[in-house]
């Protein structure tokens, strides 16, 4: 009977110590796996963290982008409307300082050099000039003797020039026609204005807005 009972405790006490060691390795693995688990929660979330962040640098970057390139438009489109206005301004000084020239001494060399001009841009033997009466009192016959002087000892061309039996013209300048033919050089301000144009703008945009 005592041998049943210490068998049976014997018995008893070696299930006790398989079940606590079946309990612990429960448990630890049990813990192992809670403990794997937070790491990769842990892990989730600061990828999740670092995702959002980066999406947030993300769309922080985009808008200062977005901002910066409406801001440069916008000083874009304000620097081109000055500089057309720039521009748009100088052409009218610098009309003005050519009409103004009309009426000045200095206008009667002036002159001389666009009807030498437009003869040679003819290139007839013979040409008519026109303009208003004030460039009409200018070229009278002494001077356009002078000017076809000019031409042959400059230039080395021959050139027969005549007053215009045709009325005054109303723009300032002068108007350089083929005797008995149809070719015109057109040298009037507003003319040349025109014709010049392209390079006037060329030297206003280097003097105003290169360094």
Not at 33 to 43: G, H, I, L, P, V
Not at 63 to 90: N, V
Not at 132 to 161: A, C, S
Not at 175 to 180: F, T
Request: glycine residues 8%; aromatic residues 4%.
């Amino acid at each position: 009977m005592n041998k049943e009972v210490t068998g049976s405790r014997e018995f008893l006490e070696e299930i006790l110590v398989k079940a606590r060691g079946e309990a612990e390795d429960l448990i630890s693995r049990a813990q192992a796996q809670a403990e794997a688990r937070k790491k990769a929660a842990r892990s989730q979330e600061t990828s999740l963290l670092k995702a959002a962040d980066d999406q947030l640098e993300q769309e922080k970057a985009r808008a200062e982008k977005g901002a910066d390139q409406r801001i440069s438009g916008e000083i874009r489109r304000k620097e081109l409307l000055l500089r057309d206005r720039f521009m748009k301004d100088a052409l009218v000084l610098a009309r003005e300082k050519l009409l103004a020239l009309s009426g000045t001494d200095e206008y009667e060399s002036i002159l001389a050099d666009w009807v030498l001009e437009g003869a040679l841009g003819l290139d007839v033997p013979e040409a008519e000039v026109n303009g208003r009466k004030r460039e009409r009192e200018i070229m009278t016959g002494p001077w356009l003797r002078k000017q076809e002087q000019r031409l042959e000892k400059e230039f080395g061309r021959k050139v027969k020039l005549t007053l215009s039996g045709e009325p005054p013209l109303l723009g300032a300048g002068v108007l350089v026609k083929q005797r008995g033919g149809r070719l015109v050089f057109n040298n009037q301000i507003e003319t040349r204005l025109l014709r010049k144009q392209s390079e006037l703008r060329k030297v206003i945009y280097r003097e105003l807005f290169e360094e």
